[in-house]
């Protein structure tokens, strides 16, 4: 069984910093995306960043230059460090997996984490 467990939400001041973490279990597929998804409230899930299995990465624009998305293999986790974060940034973090290369959109996921709330306010 998969399984995706998302640590690292908090509070912040907007251009505060936040690293979350996606410690992935019962993931075999030697070819995959991974990607960091979040959902205001109220509002629709989206993709913020993207990564598959050779190390290909897509960021949504409204993070560009903000947010990084990596790997660390070896411990079979997934990161997504936030810089600069907006009041806009506020929602829940989720973590995604999927077989394969093509990432897709939120549909093309079959695996999830439970989320992790961000929140930005001063």
């Known amino acids: 069984q998969v399984k995706l467990v998302e640590s690292g939400g908090g509070s912040v001041q907007p251009g505060g910093s936040l690293r979350l973490s996606c410690a992935a279990s019962?993931?075999?597929?030697?070819?995959?995306?991974m990607a960091w998804f979040r959902q205001a409230q109220g509002g629709e899930r989206e993709g913020v960043a993207y990564?598959?299995?050779?190390?290909?990465?897509y960021y949504a624009d409204s993070v560009k230059g903000r947010i990084t998305i990596s790997q660390d293999n070896a411990k079979n986790t997934l990161y997504l460090q936030m810089n600069s974060l907006k009041p806009e940034d506020t929602a829940m973090y989720y973590c995604?997996?999927?077989?394969?290369?093509?990432?897709?959109?939120?549909?093309?996921?079959?695996?999830w984490g439970q989320g992790t709330q961000v929140i930005v306010s001063s």
């Open positions: 995604a997996a999927k077989a394969g290369t093509w990432c897709g959109g939120v549909q093309s996921f079959g695996y």
């Open positions: 019962g993931f075999i597929y030697s070819t995959y995306c």
């Open positions: 990564i598959n299995s050779y190390a290909t990465t």
